[in-house]
């Protein structure tokens, strides 16, 4: 149903640690499983992460911005331009005198408190730190994690990045995590959940999700609470394989619970997106919301098995005879969140020594293209004489999954120009940001759009050996960063 050429078909269930068919499980799985064996192409190059100890989740509060650097005086000390909405005063620095006076630089006399304080709100000249006359510290840039000032120091390291780190860090310009090259002039909506720690959307509000299908920004959502099916789907796919349970449930009284019995893969299920999901946006966006739970049915038994299992997606994807395989970037592309799992492992996140992550990926026509901004970039090398297709992004370090616990995971698709390298896949888990890749092309022709999105449900590892159970919940299709569930009070 995916219309992909062989090429793609031979990469496209090789998921970024595990390939269906592959047979290599490396050693301790996580740093090793190149996927060796398959005649599937799906050798991975550059593998290797180093792991350290996952940070501690947040408490679930809102992020709060730093103030606005520019802490103080007559020039201060840059301290990074960080600030989302800090630099509310911080026009801080936009005056950027200091910058003129070059000899500010990076301990202006004002020291690094200066009569400004640290949140630089009289700003009269902090924000222009140690660039001096730049304007804007290349500090101010390099935490900017995206803000007009550009995420990663690319943009701040000059002062085309914006006149003073308080216009730059006002308009959303949250510390970042200091990846390579970061873009300017990005639309308010491109700025949405890139804070660090928990991200609220435009779900906040909306406790267990209800009301939020009444939203201006939303395609579709699925709570269950009807005690039915309600999403529409191609053939109505979606509905014919989910039993409604109330077994067990994210939100309310209701989830969706799905199995998969030894040697079926399942369909992919489709849900079309109107002619008009763009909104009319310059630079349009789409975002798909779905929480899990991963049943300890997913853990292969002694034998060890390696799984790969679809998660869902957004996809363009043109319609087309067999004979006529499309061609990414003019035919079709997607973003998409897959999990994957492998073992023996003796780490402490393990499953009964078997490891399990979810991660996104993408076909698109120059996967080579993509940079890390948060987490990792592994390409996945295609078959030999054929070009790469295809992209994985990785949290750094893996979030690992525990069988039986909820999280929400929620992937975004920022579009591209057409043959331009400046869109954008980010994956968000429970609220944070845990991967970003930039200067992707997802398209090549203008009048390549995405027009569906997958509940996919189906799996990549067809010789399992028994049945896999999964639960679903709090299903959101929109055009704007959804964020995590509203839990209520």
């Not at 308009?171 to 995590?177: E, L, Q, V």
């Given at each position: 149903h995916l219309h992909t050429s062989m090429a793609m078909t031979r990469a496209l269930f090789c998921l970024g640690v595990v390939a269906a068919g592959c047979s290599s499980r490396g050693g301790e799985g996580d740093n090793s499983l190149a996927a060796g064996a398959s005649g599937n192409g799906a050798n991975m190059r550059n593998w290797r992460i180093d792991l350290v100890e996952p940070p501690a989740r947040g408490s679930g509060l809102r992020p709060r911005p730093i103030a606005l650097a520019g802490v103080g005086g007559s020039g201060g000390r840059a301290v990074g331009g960080a600030p989302g909405h800090a630099g509310a005063s911080g026009a801080g620095g936009v005056s950027g005198n200091p910058g003129s006076a070059g000899e500010a630089g990076a301990t202006g006399s004002a020291g690094a408190l200066g009569a400004a304080g640290t949140s630089g709100a009289a700003g009269t000249s902090g924000a222009a730190g140690t660039s001096g006359a730049a304007g804007m510290s290349g500090a101010a840039g390099a935490s900017g994690a995206l803000g007009t000032s550009g995420s990663s120091g690319s943009a701040g390291a000059a002062a085309s990045a914006?006149?003073?780190?308080?216009?730059?860090?006002?308009?959303?310009?949250?510390?970042?995590?200091?990846?390579?090259?970061?873009?300017?002039?990005?639309?308010?909506?491109w700025l949405d959940g890139l804070g660090p720690?928990?991200?609220?959307?435009?779900?906040?509000?909306?406790?267990?999700?209800?009301?939020?299908?009444?939203?201006?920004?939303?395609?579709?959502?699925?709570?269950?609470?009807?005690?039915?099916?309600?999403i529409a789907t191609e053939e109505d796919r979606y509905a014919r394989e989910i039993t409604v349970t109330n077994a067990r449930a994210f939100t309310g009284q209701y989830s969706g619970e799905h199995s998969w019995r030894q040697n079926y893969q399942g369909p992919t299920t489709r849900h079309r997106l109107p002619v008009d999901a763009d909104g009319g946006d310059e630079r349009p966006t789409y975002f798909q919301r779905m929480c899990l739970s991963h049943d300890d049915s997913f853990h292969p038994g002694s034998s060890m098995a390696s799984v790969g299992v679809k998660g869902f997606g957004i996809y363009a994807d043109r319609v087309f005879p067999s004979t006529n395989p499309p061609t990414p970037g003019i035919d079709n592309f997607n973003a998409g969140v897959q999990f994957v799992g492998w073992g023996p492992s003796v780490k402490p996140e393990a499953n009964d020594g078997f490891l399990f992550v979810g991660h996104a990926y993408s076909f698109n026509p120059r996967p080579e293209e993509a940079l890390a901004e948060v987490g990792s970039v592994l390409v996945t090398d295609p078959p030999a004489g054929e070009p790469a297709q295809r992209f994985s992004?990785?949290?750094?370090?893996?979030?690992?999954?525990?069988?039986?616990?909820?999280?929400?995971?929620?992937?975004?698709?920022?579009?591209?120009?057409?043959?331009?390298?400046?869109?954008?896949?980010?994956?968000?888990?429970?609220?944070?940001?845990?991967?970003?890749?930039?200067?992707?092309?997802f398209r090549i022709a203008e009048d390549l759009v995405p027009n569906h999105m997958q509940m996919n449900l189906h799996r990549t590892t067809a010789n399992f050996p028994h049945t896999m159970i999964r639960w679903t919940d709090n299903i959101v299709l929109a055009r704007r960063y959804i964020g995590p569930v509203d839990r209520g009070p």
């Open positions: 914006g006149v003073s780190g308080g216009s730059a860090g006002g308009s959303g310009g949250f510390s970042g995590s200091g990846g390579a090259g970061g873009a300017t002039g990005l639309p308010p909506h720690g928990v991200n609220y959307g435009i779900a906040e509000g909306y406790p267990g999700d209800q009301g939020l299908d009444a939203h201006a920004h939303v395609f579709a959502v699925e709570t269950f609470e009807t005690g039915t099916v309600t992004a990785y949290s750094t370090p893996f979030e690992y999954i525990t069988f039986g616990e909820w999280s929400c995971y929620e992937v975004g698709l920022y579009l591209n120009r057409a043959d331009q390298s400046d869109g954008e896949i980010r994956f968000w888990i429970d609220g944070v940001l845990r991967a970003r890749a930039i200067s992707v092309t």
